[in-house]
């Protein structure tokens, strides 16, 4: 089945990333993790997503997945499915570059009863290439918007 017409501003994304993050915030200790990133189409206007992250000693971390869609060529829409209790609805605007793009993506979060308040989050996604580059920063358990996470991946398949 051929790929959907929309999604040719994120087709690049297409494929298995792999790479290393560090991890910080006020609250808690720094820390570093390696992940990987699988973004897949199925003939329909949205590529699916998987993460996957581990600790320097290989114990599974952070996990996420989601949806991407592309509106009028250029308004990202991301949602995040969390497992620790929290939805992310993330938008932002695509920017064309040389090899890739580049898009900062403000969300709207939803919390379940028992997970740790997340009010907003801001997630950057930059394609330059065979290189991903992502960061995310939170406004959470009492902190205003400070930076949480940053990784570089490359491409695995
Ligand atoms: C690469 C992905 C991520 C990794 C490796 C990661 C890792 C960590 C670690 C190690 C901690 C400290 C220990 C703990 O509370 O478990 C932490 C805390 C936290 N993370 Fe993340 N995280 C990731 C993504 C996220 C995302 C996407 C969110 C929000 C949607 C988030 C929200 C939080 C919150 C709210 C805390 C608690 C801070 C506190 O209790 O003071 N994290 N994270």
Redesign the pocket.
Known sequence: MPMHPALKPVSGLIGTWRGA?R?E?P??DS?E?T?EVTFAEAGKPFLTYVQK?WSPEGAP??T?TGYLRVCDGSALEFVFS?P?G?T?LAEGTLIPAADGFSCELHSR?MNSASA?Q?DK?RRTIELAGNVLTTS?A?A??GVPMTH??ASEMRRAN
Do not use: C, D, S
């Open positions: 993050g991890g915030y609250t808690i820390f993790y992940e992250t971390m952070h996420e969390q620790t929290q992310e979060v740790k997340v989050t995310f939170m959470a358990v949480h996470l």
